[in-house]
Nanobody
Framework: QVQLVESGGGLVQAGGSLTLSCAAT????????MNWYRQAPGMQRELVAS???????YILDSVKGRFTISRANAKNTVYLQMNSLKPEDTAVYHC???????????????WGRGTQVTVSS
């Protein structure tokens, strides 16, 4: 059974840094894109960063220059380095992956449970 498990969230003061990790485990044949979404209370979920299997990246405009996404393919892991954090970055951050499970014919979307990031002013 495929699972995505996030870690690294927490409480940090404005200007601080956190690194989120997301490990995909299970019977995985191949992973295409790995993504980080976030959802703040009362807000819609938004795509924060994405990285494809060939390391093409996307970063949300409001976090450009502060957040960096990377992946370790051998470990099926994606990271989100977050620097110069602001209170408006407070949200639950979810990992998402488009992957092909071994024995399956189709790629499917998988989600982690999320990790809370709280930035105090």
């Amino acid at each position: 059974q495929v699972q995505l498990v996030e870690s690294g969230g927490g409480l940090v003061q404005a200007g601080g840094s956190l690194t989120l990790s997301c490990a995909a485990t299970g019977n995985i044949f191949k992973i295409n894109a790995m993504n980080w979404y976030r959802q703040a209370p009362g807000m819609q979920r938004e795509l924060v960063a994405s990285i494809t299997s060939d390391d093409t990246t996307y970063i949300l405009d409001s976090v450009k220059g502060r957040f960096t996404i990377s992946r370790a393919n051998a470990k099926n892991t994606v990271y989100l380095q977050m620097n110069s954090l602001k209170p408006e970055d407070t949200a639950v951050y979810h990992c998402n992956a488009d992957l092909l499970e071994s024995g399956s014919y189709y790629y499917a979307d998988y989600w982690g449970r999320g990790t809370q990031v709280t930035v105090s002013s």
